[in-house]
């Protein structure tokens, strides 16, 4: 890169020591280095370790990562976070935003039970606009708080509130796509549209927010098969075709779910072939959640279209819904994820749900039909909370070179017992909290606390 700057691009430097950043007379590229213990999974085999590293960072995307800083960049300021250890930001591809007031609830019962009695309920109150800001000030702080940088969200049906919730989103700096729920069938009154108001609202929706948000992508998201009737669902597919839209929705979690959608759709041999059939799949821009209990023909179709598959696994304990058989899904090739599901999930923290992951991993290999699987590792289960999801925004979730610079500066206390940086992070994932995370960049960018009156 320096070889090809002009002669003169030095005489340009004068003013880099007076300033964090540095403009290059070649590129006009603002540049920024950033130090410290700095750990990321270019693949899901292993962590790769700089210790007392740099990142050399040119207008928000990673331009490279080194163990010692090159002559080149000798003269230019360098922030530095030595003692701290840098990492990726975590990306959640499956989250409720209107269900983070009621997350912990409801988990004596099964998916269909707690969604009438806790969820529904919940979600009504979005009706009200002075709700819908309170309380989506206080999620997007929240996934902020816990370094969850990037996001694909459920809003609720209401079109007012889904809009303040992007709003809100663009404001905070953190990236996003989220999707106004749609819903036409089996749902209560106060929650179920017309079919012909519900495509109508989500089109106006999708041309407002293109204005409103450029950084908060609209997604479609039909709730769930139940609850979408066929003409809603095909009238979903032709918005997703004629704006280029990705789409999120629920999929094999709980199965009495599935029973009720092979009743509901007899012609169809499967469940996820309902959301195919309706142009609801499209490829490489499908997020899933759950796939529990897919089939084999399932997961062959979520292949084909390189749908992202949002494991949720502390939700699929406490809804008792079953444990994705995550590594049998990683060896077959499909893309597999790890997200928050709250509300049914209990907490938005994503080191958390890597955790948990691992314990269901570990659970199901002491099963019948699993022993001699390989539980998920920890460098998977992260390479699966940051680079997996990563990339449904792009080149984001890694430090290699091209991708958006998102990161998390962790500063834990002491360190008596001398430990590595790979141990001090494992004791980060395993047992630390969002009071350790001391700064976040999103595209390069620090994303302070986005509402503090909140
Ligand atoms: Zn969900």
Not at 201 to 214: D, G
Request: hydrophobic letters at 40%; one cysteine or more.
């Amino acid at each position: 890169m320096s070889d090809m700057m002009p002669r003169n691009a030095r005489h340009n430097d004068i003013n880099a020591e007076a300033s964090a950043y540095h403009t290059s007379a070649a590129t006009h590229a603002t540049l920024s280095i950033i130090k410290g213990d700095i750990l990321h999974t270019p693949t899901p085999d292993d962590f790769e370790v700089f210790e007392n590293g740099y990142i050399i960072v040119a207008d928000g995307t990673v331009q490279r990562i080194t163990s010692d800083l090159p002559n080149e960049y000798a003269n230019l300021p360098v922030t530095d976070y030595s003692g701290s250890f840098i990492i990726p930001g975590f990306n959640d591809l499956h989250i409720h935003a209107p269900q983070y007031p009621m997350a912990g609830l409801g988990f004596d019962y099964k998916l269909l039970p707690w969604l009438e009695r806790y969820t529904f309920p919940a979600e009504e109150n979005f009706a009200d606009p002075a709700i819908a800001q309170r309380w989506y000030k206080r999620f997007l702080n929240k996934l902020w708080s816990v370094g969850t940088l990037r996001f694909s969200a459920f809003a609720t049906l209401h079109a007012q509130s889904t809009l303040q919730l992007m709003r809100l989103s663009q404001q905070s700096g953190l990236r996003a796509f989220i999707g106004k729920v749609n819903m036409d069938r089996n749902a209560p009154e106060s929650l179920i549209e017309g079919t012909d108001d519900s495509l109508a609202t989500t089109q106006k929706l999708i041309e407002k927010s293109r204005k409103l948000t450029p950084d908060i992508g609209f997604i479609v998201t039909p709730r769930f098969v139940p609850s979408t009737t066929p003409e809603l669902m095909q009238g979903l597919g032709e918005l997703v075709e004629r704006y280029d839209l990705p789409v999120q929705s629920h999929l094999d979690e709980n199965l009495g779910e599935i029973d009720w959608v092979r009743d509901l759709h007899p012609d169809i041999p499967s469940y996820a072939e309902v959301y195919e059939h309706y142009g609801l799949m499209p490829e490489g821009r499908t997020i899933m959640a759950h796939c529990v209990h897919t089939s084999e023909r399932e997961r062959a179709l979520l292949k084909a279209r390189r749908v992202y598959l949002a494991h949720c696994a502390q939700s699929n304990m406490n809804l008792t819904s079953g444990i994705m058989p995550v590594r049998r899904d990683l060896n077959y090739g499909l893309s597999v994820t790890i997200a928050s599901d709250v509300g049914a999930g209990h907490v938005p923290d994503i080191n958390r749900h890597i955790v948990q992951s691992i314990e269901a991993s570990k659970m199901l290999s002491m099963l019948p039909g699993h022993q001699g699987e390989h539980p998920l590792r920890l460098p998977e289960a992260f390479y699966m909370a940051t680079k997996a999801g990563g990339a449904f925004f792009g080149q984001v979730g890694s430090f290699e070179p091209g991708s958006d610079f998102d990161a998390l500066v962790i500063r834990e206390g002491d360190n008596p017992l001398g430990l590595s940086p790979q141990e001090r992070l494992e004791r980060f994932i395993y047992a630390g909290d969002d009071r350790s995370i001391t700064h976040r960049f999103v595209a390069g960018r620090e994303i302070p606390l986005p509402f503090p009156e909140a």
